[in-house]
């Protein structure tokens, strides 16, 4: 199978006679990194595109993109060196690619040059934000000229907000009402993790977070509120309050009538009780910044996370009334194991990706879950060690 351009497209001839296939190009922002990486491995096993993954690092890129090609003979990957906050808008217009994936971070404190400059070279664009500033302003800011240039933009396509709401969705389906939610999600301390999350994690730490409690958003303090939970598959996890969307998200949009909260949890002890103490120095008034301190935490990863197991899980758990009016509690579990834990941020985006690769996403900007059903991102878990149950029984 043979590769070449036509009209400045990649395009792959198959056999003679058969007209050329015409390849979307799909860019995807930080594709070295530690979600980047595995997005761009499922995209090329699974879709066929001429993928161009990004690095700071021109080297680096490059030998990314050459391991895809050799794990996946038919795949079309290039790597590039990518600087987002300089000359970004001028090299997509060269590129002209068909979908940017922004899957850098973190996004807290973020504006939206990377979709601005997306839409304004006539790509749909996707990212894995979860940061909640950064979601709440995202429609508002980008839909017109999403709308404008016939695009999609969607952004959460993450854990949270996208899988978390779609779960909660998913399990309340003709539900008369919601009283609580409560999302807990927790990582194997062995596998990789970038330095962009730790600086996520640290930005929120002791600093108010929202919860919806009553019926209403009231805040509380990042890393505090710890308790222990038991993950089907995985056993006791201490976890604690952590920032995310949903509760501002599922609160008001599901009606629920006392509480959304989401909780996560680090494997060893030291790791998570470190954290907590860290959001109880910065509430008690300590100074600490977050772009300072996290180089130096994810260095010690080398050494706590010696000793941790491979395997993490999510947990979203559901009380209310049902379609009959009876009291319900309603759960669904996700287990990830042999180092998969890393994928499980990435399986909306991929669920997205392919929605728009099939013409099934109409043009404007929003969050991912408001096109996405569970059904959808499961669909995506299927070649990895992920597995996902339901369970619910009366009150």
Not at 46 to 51: D, G, K, T
Not at 125 to 134: G, H, K, P, Q, T
Not at 215 to 226: C, K, P, Q, Y
Not at 284 to 307: D, E, F, Q, Y
């Amino acid at each position: 199978m043979n590769t070449h351009t036509m009209h400045g497209t990649p395009v792959r001839e198959q056999t003679t006679g058969v007209p050329p296939v015409v390849l979307k190009t799909i860019l995807i922002i930080g594709g070295t990194g530690v979600f980047g990486r595995r997005l761009a491995d499922h995209l090329a096993a699974q879709c066929n595109v001429r993928l161009i993954v990004t690095s700071r690092d021109a080297g680096k890129a490059r030998t990314f993109a050459q391991s895809l090609q050799a794990k996946y003979k038919d795949v079309d990957a290039t790597g590039l060196a990518l600087e987002t906050k300089s000359g970004l808008a001028n090299t997509l217009k060269d590129i002209r690619p068909y979908l940017v994936i922004d899957a850098t971070g973190p996004f807290q404190g973020s504006g939206y040059e990377v979709p601005h400059a997306a839409l304004g070279a006539g790509a749909h664009c996707i990212d894995l934000a979860d940061a909640r500033d950064y979601l709440a302003g995202y429609r508002s800011e980008l839909d017109q000229l999403a709308r404008e240039k016939g695009c999609v933009a969607r952004s959460g396509a993450s854990s949270t907000p996208a899988l978390s709401s779609a779960v909660v969705k998913a399990l309340t389906q003709n539900w008369k009402s919601i009283d609580t939610v409560d999302i807990c999600i927790t990582p194997g301390g062995r596998v990789e993790v970038g330095r962009a999350v730790v600086q996520a994690v640290l930005s929120y730490a002791g600093k108010p977070v929202p919860v919806w409690s009553g019926g209403r958003l009231v805040e509380r303090f990042g890393w505090s509120g710890a308790r222990h939970i038991d993950v089907p598959g995985l056993g006791s996890r201490h976890v604690a309050l952590v920032e995310t969307h949903d509760a501002e998200l599922i609160g008001p949009g599901f009606a629920v009538t006392d509480r959304v909260a989401y909780f996560a949890g680090l494997e060893n002890p030291v790791e998570q009780h470190g954290m907590e103490c860290i959001g109880w120095l910065v509430q008690k008034g300590l100074p600490l910044r977050a772009s300072g301190i996290a180089p130096l935490l994810h260095m010690m990863r080398r050494v706590t996370r010696i000793g941790m197991s491979d395997a993490g899980g999510m947990l979203v758990k559901v009380t209310g009334k049902d379609e009959a009016g009876k009291a319900k509690c309603a759960n669904w579990s996700l287990l990830a194991e042999n180092g998969n834990g890393p994928v499980v941020p990435t399986l909306a985006a991929s669920a997205i990706v392919r929605k728009l690769l099939n013409g099934a996403i109409e043009p404007g900007a929003g969050l991912a879950g408001d096109v996405l059903t569970l059904d959808d991102i499961e669909a995506e878990m299927t070649r990895y060690a992920i597995g996902a149950r339901r369970s619910e029984h009366s009150l």
